[in-house]
DNA sequence: CTGAAAGCGCTTACAG
DNA sequence: CTGAAAGCGCTTACAG
């Protein structure tokens, strides 16, 4: 493989001079630029980036971390958030954590070794502390961990909210919502506080289960709505469910305990995620986030905070959602 | 951020010295390992992995091209490729090509410039002698592109008689297969040879319907169904479909006109991905193609390329698939 | 407008 | 068992 060196010699020009001409300075003559293009091509030369990373230091990609990147709705994220960073001259390095806390601690060290300009963290065993010792720049995916750690995610509690409102105006006198794991600072945890407010404030009773597992399988849901959900099943007519899947599960028992969806119970879901969208029977009524619009900004303000160093200014931001009426509710 | 100078500083030894420490030659004495080590934790001293990489000409890092890594199939894939890399210390920088010729061709020029140590490529649209080109260790999955070229896949061919065996074996005796696009030198074209086959052993009549899109969505098959496949649907009863959102679409499409099935037509699919596994109603019958074994491989083959550097030996591996059995044959 | 030289942070023959 | 020095392939003050 041709070095800058060879293209010097091929050119008869300093090697500094090359290494202007591929970063565009204007200074250069227009015959030597020439002359140094063309001995690039005849050679076929291909900067090598990891020299110059060491002396730019900067390497132009970015950490990704999502606890599974073959979840459906990590993996649109992932998409977009590859897409957003191909747009702006970054590569991603992919690391799945499996919701394993070693895992994510030795991912983050090896972050830090492949000196990464940034990282998009969207799985969170690790302590807050840890987290600051990180001295590079970082963004979270719903997570809240502390005010100098900027975050992305979708206006939970509205979407809460809405979704209670929804099952409320569909005529629903008692209420469940089964919520993810509330031991995580996460802000999907908001979605509760919207359901609660809601059933107050609409003085409807409720009831509340927490599963244990951030990101768990249908077969877990469904062994999970047979032992901790279905002796509520009786007293509800309408279920708020912390996601898709698990509203699928719910379905899928309720059809086969001749509950019929929507008339004797109600579910709604959250995410809308592909699944959801590819799934024809049913379709479930859910609070759709904007998986497109959260990728985009997870990579773009990243970038913005490597680019513009400035760790005093913060880049959280919440994204509004949106009500999908389907056939379960 | 400490450099190995600070720590040969700290512990009063040669850079040299903590080098050798780091990689664990054996010929430091056991006071000097002890005194880098203290100095390395003093510091919280993290190797630059891009001046090694430099320096020994090695990334650890694979490139990864798929089409688009939401894809169920591919999604799940590249978690199977990320774990293993992540169990022999190497990173995958992860692409979506978007079946898009020109992004394709500048994400393995921006590989090669990453000096990624090898290449995982599932996506296929740019030419043969252009691979050749490529002067590092590559594998495919599921293209034969060339004989010096690796590649991984399911038993595309015995995958074909399986399902059309199994279709005739259930009684039909008119059979429909919607292929994948033919142009595309990609083994899955295999399956149509069993298909063939299968019917030509066995003489029943067969029609084959090709549609044009490598990798498309819900409703592009369910519109595809509509236009190309709807007017064969009442002279045949069994349809072998290349996939299984395909065949998700089409036992929605004969649903919803009043085709039973697997009554009237038994519908087999090509998969079994995650989007399947959790799809409850219909359990469709496919072939599964064993994912975390096609990941595994994937990446273990292309780090025993990259380890070996043996050009001459190829690693191409076919793993056998198996006949999922649903309720829609 | 161009070049010589130092530097990025490692590794590795070579020498002792 | 250990170190001085060169080298990996770029970029970038500094100088002219």
Redesign the pocket.
């Known amino acids: 493989?041709?070095?800058?060196?060879d293209?010097a010699k091929h050119a008869?020009?300093?090697?500094?001079?090359?290494?202007?001409v591929?970063?565009d300075?204007?200074?250069?003559?227009?015959?030597?630029?020439k002359k140094v293009l063309d001995s690039i091509r005849a050679l076929d030369?291909?900067?090598?980036s990891?020299?110059?990373s060491?002396?730019?230091?900067q390497s132009l990609i970015i950490g990704v971390i999502f606890p599974d990147c073959s979840y459906v709705f990590f993996s649109e994220l992932i998409k977009y958030i590859e897409m957003t960073a191909q747009d702006n001259g970054y590569k991603i390095l992919l690391c799945n954590s499996l919701d394993d806390r070693e895992k994510e601690l030795s991912y983050i060290n090896m972050l830090k070794e492949k000196r990464v300009d940034g990282i998009i963290m969207g799985s969170h065993l690790i302590n807050t502390e840890f987290y600051k010792s990180i001295d590079k720049p970082i963004i979270t995916f719903d997570r809240c961990i502390d005010n100098k750690i900027p975050y992305i995610g979708s206006d939970n509690f509205t979407g809460g909210v809405l979704a209670t409102q929804h099952l409320i105006d569909k005529g629903c006198k008692n209420l469940l919502h089964i919520s993810g794991p509330l031991k995580l600072t996460s802000l999907a945890n908001k979605r509760l506080d919207g359901f609660k407010l809601t059933c107050l404030e609409n003085n409807i009773p409720y009831k509340i289960v927490e599963h244990p597992h951030a990101n768990p399988s249908f077969d877990y849901f469904y062994g999970f709505i047979e032992k901790e959900v279905s002796k509520f099943l009786n007293l509800v007519d309408g279920v708020f469910c912390s996601n898709d899947m698990m509203a699928y599960a719910l379905y899928v028992y309720c059809v086969n305990h001749n509950l019929t969806v929507p008339n004797d119970i109600k579910i709604i879901g959250y995410d809308y995620s592909q699944f959801t969208r590819i799934l024809q029977n049913p379709k479930i009524t859910t609070i759709a986030q904007p998986i497109q619009v959260l990728g985009e900004l997870l990579c773009s303000n990243i970038i913005r905070l490597i680019e513009e160093d400035v760790s005093s200014k913060v880049y959280s931001q919440i994204v509004s959602v949106e009500l999908i009426q389907g056939t379960t509710t």
């Open positions: 493989m041709p070095s800058i060196k293209v008869g020009v300093s090697t500094t001079t090359v290494s202007r591929m970063n300075f204007p200074s250069i003559s227009k015959s030597t630029r030369y291909h900067p090598d990891i020299a110059r060491l002396s730019k230091k």
